[in-house]
């Protein structure tokens, strides 16, 4: 062998395999290290601190709008889940539900039958229909139910009623849950037929059937009541979904100032030495305490010293008081707070003291006025639910046509109206002259006068009619007043 030629090395001079290994792995270790530590998400100036991702400019002009907000029914449940939870964990979501149940609903609508025509339907004809909405009311327990709908309808984004028609022509509406509807496995390849709902395959607006629990129920059958999103969207949003952040954002700020309040004014004082040692110091403490009481953990003792109202501190030179709960300012949080809440506020298009219950910076006249933004987006919801009751209703009349209870002349002679309570303060006196005036021109019915002052014009008038009879002056008042009428 030539000596110049490449010789083998010898075994012991190689590493070994499972050493040759570790290292490579070290060097892609290290390798890997730097390439993370220099590595820059492109994404990442497209959220900002909330984590939540910016809109992109440009493309398709739907992913501005609510149609791209909600993907696929797994992002619906997820923002339902979270709107849920605040409605019933978080003090200024629950006070906002309340308060709108409160200015939409009030004390109740109040439903009434009358001819569509002056004269165009029989007496027998209108009461007989109105006896149909008074079953419909009492038996679904309507104002109750109505309330439930608003809160549904604001926590959930949507609300969906099942009416269910018995043979007699006797009508119940259940609430059906959201995540019931939902699109089957069999109907997943259908885009007539996403988010749990079966439209036209070209008209998303005209609903075929609805998708409940894997059983498709037609659409004459439910009614489904959606907020905060288009037309042509599907499902609805929640009402808290934009500032559910400012929701969470003031409870924990809440939270924390209440907790820093309490920590700060648990302790009594801060006594300083600036010349003692640690063994003096102790010292110091125990000469000075009223109780000392050994802690079971531990072997240490703590020292209690009781300070009286009225207590005169006479100390050495070099020790010094401070007295935290002095120093204890609310205010500058306060302001960030009410921010915060002004945002939320802003959002339900209410003053703030409607979410907040402080009316310390705020007039209830000045505000519930006729003009004033928040009569007029409680005027709106208000119209929105009569319409929605009165097609409701329709197809409760429908239904008791069909089962014969009604002939089918009270589809065409006789009309629906409900009437809302008042929202703006009123002057009562101002308000009857103005309605007399009105009776008076032909121009509003009586029946209409004393729905609007909170009469049922039914009630009132049997009340006239039964104090006629008794030949009662005043009517039953009177009776009670005079001791002759009623011992008679």
């Not at 009508?171 to 849950?177: I, L, N, S, T």
């Not at 009270?410 to 006196?429: I, K, Y």
Request: overall charge negative; charged content about 25%; proline content about 6%.
């Amino acid at each position: 062998m030539n000596a110049n030629e490449a010789q083998p090395p010898h075994a012991a001079d190689q590493p070994a395999p499972g050493a040759r290994l570790a290292r490579l792995h070290q060097r892609l270790a290290e390798a890997f290290d730097e390439l993370w530590d220099n590595f820059v998400d492109p994404d990442d100036v497209l959220w900002d601190v909330d984590g939540a991702r910016w809109a992109p400019a440009g493309g398709d002009p739907l992913a501005l709008g609510t149609a791209r907000v909600v993907l696929n029914e797994l992002q619906l449940d997820e923002i339902r889940a979270q709107c849920r939870l605040l409605a019933v964990t978080n003090e200024y979501a629950i006070n906002g539900h309340e308060n709108r149940i409160s200015y939409i609903v009030g004390s109740g609508h109040t439903y009434r039958a009358a001819a569509r025509q002056p004269g165009s339907a029989p007496e027998p004809l209108v009461r007989a229909v109105q006896a149909v909405l008074d079953d419909f009311v009492e038996i679904n327990k309507w104002h109750q139910r109505q309330q439930e709908i608003v809160r549904r309808k604001d926590r959930d984004g949507e609300c969906f009623l099942r009416l269910f028609l018995a043979a007699d022509g006797t009508a119940q509406v259940r609430f059906v849950e959201p995540g019931q509807v939902a699109t089957p496995p069999q109907a997943a390849a259908d885009p007539a037929a996403a988010m749990g709902i079966q439209t036209e395959p070209d008209d998303v607006e005209t609903v075929l059937g609805y998708w409940i629990d894997g059983q498709l129920v037609d659409a004459q059958n439910m009614q489904h009541r959606k907020a905060n999103v288009d037309a042509n969207v599907r499902r609805g949003l929640p009402l808290f979904y934009p500032v559910r952040k400012n929701l969470r954002r003031a409870e924990k700020l809440l939270r924390n100032m209440s907790a820093m309040a309490q920590i700060q004014s648990a302790i009594a004082l801060i006594r300083k030495h600036q010349s003692a040692a640690g063994a003096a110091l102790e010292q110091f403490v125990r000469d000075g305490a009223d109780v000392e009481i050994p802690r079971a953990i531990g072997g240490r003792t703590s020292s209690f010293r009781r300070y009286a109202p009225g207590t005169i501190l006479d100390v050495t030179a070099g020790t010094d008081y401070e007295f935290p709960a002095a120093a204890i300012d609310a205010a500058r949080y306060v302001a960030v707070l009410q921010a915060e809440l002004r945002a939320i506020a802003s959002r339900l298009v209410m003053p703030e003291f409607m979410l907040t219950s402080d009316a310390s910076n705020a007039n209830y006249s000045s505000t519930m006025v006729a003009e004033g933004p928040a009569v007029k987006m409680f005027e709106r919801l208000q119209n929105d639910m009569i319409e929605d009751d009165l097609e409701l209703l329709w197809r409760v009349v429908a239904g008791t046509v069909r089962a014969g209870r009604l002939p089918i002349e009270a589809l065409d002679l006789v009309d629906l109206r409900a009437t809302a309570p008042t929202l703006a303060v009123r002057d009562r006196l101002r308000d009857a002259q103005a309605d007399q005036i009105l009776v008076r021109a032909g121009a509003m019915s009586v029946q209409t006068m004393a729905m609007r002052h909170g009469l049922d014009p039914t009630q009132e008038h049997a009340d006239r009619a039964a104090a006629a009879a008794a030949e009662i002056p005043g009517g039953p008042l009177a009776a009670d007043a005079n001791p002759r009428v009623a011992g008679n």
